[in-house]
């Protein structure tokens, strides 16, 4: 089965530099979320969207923006990246948003991006 | 405001034995109560999950987790541990603000030795 696809699953950049990673959900899931999770830490959870529109906002630096597009894949924008960043970027996906997830559909996590800022 | 707290940083069992991950959350209303494990340099894989009734739910691998109201606590067990189970443990509550979200605990790094 598909499962959620994120690319590019390294990249490395130098500070001050602009990072994009994209997030392709499950066929059919209209909601995506976005988690930070450097080293040694746990998940944290940086924005998600629902049907095109951000859902809920959590500890998304001013920096990073965030967008799901038409055919509901997302996209991670960070600018003027700092050492800081280097983390493990996740995506997740789910299906019928805040209701779904509430009624017990399962949350899907892709495997991640690895950003390394030097 | 919604946590979860796994007051065990790291455990080591044998292999062969039984295991228990601890799991304690604070959430105002009814949680929806998650277990993930990450292997090293991968994702997360969802173990298990509750939202309502049985409080005892089973999962993949052969894990199992039972809800206590009374304690706020979500445990994870397995009655005998395999090698192939040494990894990162996630507990996590899902939490409604606008959307929905998962917040996760520190996480409990599991060791197994022969």
């Known amino acids: 089965a598909a499962g959620v696809i994120q690319s590019p699953r390294h990249l490395i950049k130098e500070k001050r530099e602009t990072a994009t990673l994209k997030c392709y959900p499950i066929p059919r899931h209209d909601t995506v979320y976005w988690y930070q999770q450097g080293p040694g830490q746990d998940p944290q959870f940086l924005i998600s969207f629902y049907e095109k529109m951000q859902s809920d906002k959590g500890s998304i630096p001013d920096r990073f923006s965030a967008q799901q597009f038409s055919d509901y894949h997302s996209e991670l924008n960070m600018s003027s990246l700092e050492l800081g960043d280097s983390a493990l970027y996740f995506c997740a996906s789910s299906l019928a948003g805040p209701t779904g997830a509430i009624s017990g559909n399962t949350i899907y996590f892709g495997e991640g991006s690895w950003l390394t800022v030097v | 405001a919604q946590s979860v707290t796994q007051p065990d940083i790291h455990i080591t069992v044998s292999e062969g034995a039984s295991l228990e991950l601890r799991c304690n959350y604070s959430?105002?209303?009814?949680?929806?109560l998650f277990w993930y494990v990450q292997s090293p340099g991968q994702g997360l894989q969802l173990l298990l999950k509750?939202?309502?009734?049985?409080?005892l739910v089973q999962g993949i691998k052969g894990f199992e987790a039972e809800f206590k109201r009374s304690q706020s606590s979500f445990n994870l067990r397995k009655p005998s541990v395999h090698w192939s189970d040494a990894a990162e443990y996630f507990c996590?509550?899902?939490?409604?603000?606008?959307?929905?979200?998962?917040?996760f605990g520190a996480g409990t790094r599991l060791f197994v030795k022969a």
């Open positions: 509750y939202f309502s009734g049985d409080t």
């Open positions: 959430y105002g209303a009814t949680p929806y």
């Open positions: 996590a509550v899902g939490a409604l603000g606008g959307g929905f979200k998962t917040i």
